[in-house]
């Protein structure tokens, strides 16, 4: 960066022109910013919003979020800054909102234009085109209408302006990526055209530091009113841009320091309780060792167990068959010595078997007797067809006797009479049909192969009649039906059920007729008994005798029915059962002969007996013994329950001499499981061993959680020796941080130091004002120097941790330095550095003086050190044409505003600021150009809200040059004043 008075051949940087369509309150404004100028208008026109938006453009940003960071666009009458949507909304309110930039470098003349992007929530676009903008204007303002003041383009859109651009220049370029943005927007390549065709800030080096220390400068641009702390984050920010690498970058994080230090202080701790406790480790590993050796025991016992448990179940089955042995052998004895002695005895029991067996024939005789000469009453009838008109006719005589007893019940009857007259009449019309069609039943029809399984499910199925012959596919239908049946002994199989054989039979219409007829009559009978009772009260008794006598006579038929099928088995079963006990009464003469034979050999044999069934008894006990012993080890330890045995022992192996072996093994390895417990816990305890499912605390942990808990910590303590070396490294390394965090909190100070010096070496000669000598004092936080002298004392190499005090006095800078905030404790240069302030002197004072100066020349030494700083970051040798903005331009000391002007134009800065009417004339007389733009409005806006227009150029004062410079103003003179 260079005077704006350099040579010629200096590489120049400018910004010619800002437009803003139907944005921040506006619905055209064109304002030329390539020299100074003052911008008057009423109050809240948005004068400051037309020079804050060149913010936008010189940011290499695409949205609007984090927006305070970004932009710091400050809402100066509520002392706060806008939110994200407030700026967004503001500069992009509608779909014809459009920002241009009109800029000029080496390459030539170009054109920035921001859009808004609908694609993501507060996004804006960036288009790039390679020419002046008097051949945009018409894309975007028509200015032809008859007022002068012009009107909105009605088509305008991003769609048709981004054809329009393309076809304008094959250069055009549509940019929106940040990291793109950065290489165009601040691309150095001076000899490379195409590079720097839409370069406006040429950094010197276009790393990430760089570009935040320009984004610093940029909104310190815009705010010289900023307070030394602003300045102060600035020449921070230019302090990390300015070091060589960026491995250089001051950012030392406390937190991660500290809590380093603390992991590997509690792992050193941590490794110091476990060697302490190696002793009781080595006794645990003796432990486990005897406890593996008897661990055998468990299996062992679980042998013993299973040989115990199959031993009684033999025994048992033993002694159950000696028992019946020996019982059988008494039982027979005692019955050959009871039999001559009670053969009389069984000879009479035998009389009176046969006896019963003669009443029970008789009594089945008589109930066969009666039931066949029931059913015959009724023909080919079933006995459920039977049964069930015996009940139908018991309901009857039942409703009958109660109609007799009451009037109201004879109503009844009556009408249930004729229901059943009805009834009946139509079942005699059903009768005749059916035997009119009795030749087409389908008995008649099918062959006797496939009527006899259908016939076996129910009769009824083969004398049903279909009024016709069959035809061959229903016939052909019932015969595959019929062949699902397999013929049986007793009848025919349905699958898992059982059919009985059922004899062909022909349905004797004649009698079913006749019974029709007899139920018929005897419900004319009855009506007319029902009807003339009524009249002869004196026949009423009688009639109920009688009726209750038919009561008692069905109810006795339905009893012979209720017998009549078991008649035939019972018959049967008596007959035989007396033939049975005729057979046994003969051959009671001829046991008593064979008994006295028996009798002999059967003494000896129940001696033979007796004994077995003793000696297995005595057996049974022991083992019996054995099993609650065995239980009463299983209670004490319930962990042997769970215990599988590869092999029971056999019964023969089975003694109490091997239990008592056993029990004494198991009562020493309870004693090593118990201490290899109490280790274990004690452990835990420590917090050397982690038990998360607290297996370990249970009353009796599986074998595989103590091995589990031992394996553990056996790796543990084996490996402690590596654990150590490693831990040492890690203390190693961590001090080598120490190391390098003491040079880097040691070069950081001097950095500064360094830097303050440079920065007064070039501000020797500079005069402002009555100033002959101007020094920078840069501010850093007194508790970073004295923790700079802290590092200084301590000897950061070894294999051993820094003293705790250190850490102490670290923490106490933490609390100190950052107070109660959240967050990591990260400690950066814009932290460090608290402030800047200047010491001057006037022409013939002795000393510098630290006072503060005026508004303005303290806004001048500002300028002055922005001047400095920013050529620090740009590339060495560019010309800038760049406007500043000065919102407190009224502030400034008349007497000192063309020193002001001139110095800022020789440094390249365009001076800017806001204004209302009220401004001095000496003022606007001083900065030599000024822009009314709040007194025209066209009638053709984009939006109703936003009618200001204002474009054509500025007015301003000439000392003799030509008036070509100046564009025509004379639209102004046609319009009234306006206040928005």
């Known amino acids: 960066m260079t005077d704006s008075h350099s040579s010629p051949g200096a590489f120049a940087f400018g910004i010619r022109r800002l437009v803003l369509v139907d944005s921040a309150g506006f619905c055209y404004v064109e304002i030329p910013v390539d020299n100074h100028g003052l911008i008057l208008g009423p109050g809240n026109l948005g004068k400051s919003s037309l020079l804050n938006s060149l913010r936008l453009f010189l940011l290499p940003e695409n949205n609007f979020r984090n927006s305070r960071k970004k932009f710091a666009f400050r809402n100066a009458s509520a ?14 309110p509608s779909q014809f909102s459009f920002l241009i930039m009109e800029a000029d470098n080496p390459a030539g003349t170009h054109c920035q234009i921001l859009y808004r992007d609908n694609a993501s929530q507060l996004s804006y676009g960036r288009a790039f085109v390679p020419v002046n903008y008097d051949q945009l204007r018409p894309l975007f303002w028509n ?210 078997e046969i006896r019963s067996a003669e009443r029970r024939i008789k009594q089945a005789e008589q109930s066969q007797k009666d039931g066949d000469l029931l059913v015959s009453q009724y023909g080919e009838m079933s006995l459920q067809d039977i049964e069930n008109i015996q009940r139908e006719e018991l309901e009857g005589r039942r409703a009958h006797l109660a109609a007799l007893r009451s009037a109201a019940q004879a109503e009844i009857r009556l009408a249930e009479i004729q229901r059943k007259k009805q009834d009946l009449n139509h079942k005699l019309v059903s009768l005749k049909d059916r035997e009119s069609k ?101 026949d009423r008794p009688r009639l109920i005798e009688r009726t209750e006598k038919e009561i008692r006579a069905i109810e006795k038929d339905l009893e012979t029915l209720r017998r009549y099928p078991a008649a035939e088995t019972t018959l049967k079963d008596a007959t035989e059962e007396k033939l049975a006990a005729e057979e046994q009464l003969a051959k009671l003469a001829e046991q008593g002969e064979q008994e006295h034979e028996k009798q002999d ?101 599986s074998s595989s959680v103590i091995r589990e808990a031992f394996k553990s910590l056996s790796d543990l303590f084996a490996g402690m020796i590596e654990r150590w070396r490693v831990l040492e490294e890690q203390i190693a390394i961590h001090n080598e941080t120490v190391a390098s965090y003491r040079q880097a909190l040691k070069s950081n100070h001097e950095h500064i130091a360094r830097f303050e010096s440079q920065l007064n070496r070039e501000l020797d000669g500079v005069r402002i004002n009555d100033l002959v000598e101007i020094r920078v004092d840069i501010h850093t936080d007194p508790k970073f ?74 806004a001048l030494i500002n300028l002055e050190l922005v001047y400095r700083l920013l050529k620090r970051v740009l590339y060495p040798g560019v010309q800038l044409s760049f406007p500043m903005v000065l919102d407190e331009l009224a502030s400034v000391d008349i007497s000192q505003m063309p020193s ?20 001095s004339a000496e003022v606007i007389y001083l900065i030599g150009r000024h822009l009314e733009v709040g007194q025209m409005r066209t009638a053709r806006p984009y939006s109703p809200q936003r009618t200001l227009v204002f474009w054509g150029g500025a007015e301003g004062f000439t000392s003799g040059d030509g008036l070509s410079q100046w564009v025509d103003q004379t639209q102004n003179s046609l319009l009234e004043p306006a206040n928005e």
Request: hydrophobic share 35%.
């Open 900 to 919: 002001l002007l001139d110095r800022l134009g020789k440094q390249g800065f365009n001076l800017f600021s806001a204004a209302t009417h009220s401004a």
């Open 438 to 538: 009795q030749k087409w039943q389908l008995q008649n029809q099918l062959d006797e192969a496939t009527a006899a399984p259908l016939r076996a499910v129910d009769p009824r199925l083969m004398m049903a009649s279909p009024g016709q012959d069959l035809d061959a596919g229903s016939k052909a239908a019932i015969e595959a039906f019929a062949r699902l049946f397999v013929p049986g002994a007793r009848g025919y199989d349905w699958f898992d059920t059982e059919y009985r054989a059922e004899p062909a039979r022909q349905a004797n219409f004649a009698d079913q007729r006749q019974r029709l007829e007899g139920e018929l009559n005897g419900l004319e009978r009855e009506w007319s008994e029902l009807s003339d009772t009524a009249n002869q009260e004196h």
């Open 601 to 701: 050999a059967l003494t000896r044999k129940a001696g033979n007996a007796k004994a077995e069934k003793e000696r297995i008894e005595e057996r049974e006990r022991e083992l019996a013994g054995l099993s609650r012993s065995v239980a009463t080890v299983e209670h004490r330890f319930p962990h042997l329950k769970v215990v599988k045995a590869e092999q029971a022992l056999t019964v023969d192996e089975v003694s109490v001499s091997t239990f008592d072996d056993l029990q004494a093994h198991l009562d020493h390895l309870e004693e090593r499981r118990r201490s290899i417990l109490d280790h274990l816990r004690q452990f835990v305890y420590l917090g050397i061993h982690e038990d998360s499912d607290g297996e370990l605390q249970k009353d009796s942990p």
């Open 785 to 858: 120097r004295n923790l700079v002298e802290e590092a200084n004392n301590i000897d950061p190499y070894g294999h051993q941790l820094q003293s705790d005090a250190f850490y102490d006095r670290l923490r106490v800078f933490v609390a100190d330095f950052f107070g109660e905030q959240g967050g990591n404790k990260r400690l950066t240069m814009d932290k460090v550095i608290t402030g800047i302030s200047y010491r001057t002197r006037k022409e013939n004072a002795v000393g510098l003086d630290k006072k503060g100066q005026s508004t303005s020349t303290t």
């Open 143 to 352: 200015g032809e209408d008859d007022e002068g003041i012009g009107q909105a383009v009605p088509e305008l859109s991003f769609s048709r302006l981004s054809g329009a651009l393309k076809k304008l220049s094959k250069d055009t370029r549509l940019v929106n990526d940040p990291a793109k943005l950065k290489s165009m927007l601040y691309s150095s390549e001076l000899m490379n055209a195409e590079a720097v065709r839409y370069s406006v800030l040429p950094l010197g080096e276009s790393d990430e530091r760089r570009v935040q220390s320009l984004r610093t400068l940029i909104l310190l641009l815009f705010e010289m009113k900023a307070d030394d702390r602003a300045m102060a984050n600035a020449v921070a920010s230019i302090i990390e841009a300015d070091k060589k690498f960026v491995d250089d970058a001051f950012d030392f994080n406390i937190d991660d320091f500290l809590n380093r230090h603390d992991q590997l202080k509690q792992q050193q701790l941590q490794f110091n309780r476990i060697e302490k406790e190696r002793p009781r480790f080595e006794k645990l590993n003796r432990d486990y060792q005897a406890y593996q050796h008897l661990l055998r025991t468990q299996h062992e016992f679980a042998a013993f167990r299973d040989g115990v448990s199959n031993g009684l179940q033999e025994i048992g089955v033993k002694r159950q068959k000696a028992l019946d042995v020996y019982n059988d052998q008494n039982q027979t004895l005692r019955h050959v010595l009871q039999t001559l002695k009670n053969l009389e005895q069984e000879t009479s029991s035998l009389k009176g």
């Open 79 to 92: 002392g706060s800054f806008y939110s994200n949507e407030e700026s967004y909304q503001h500069y992009f």
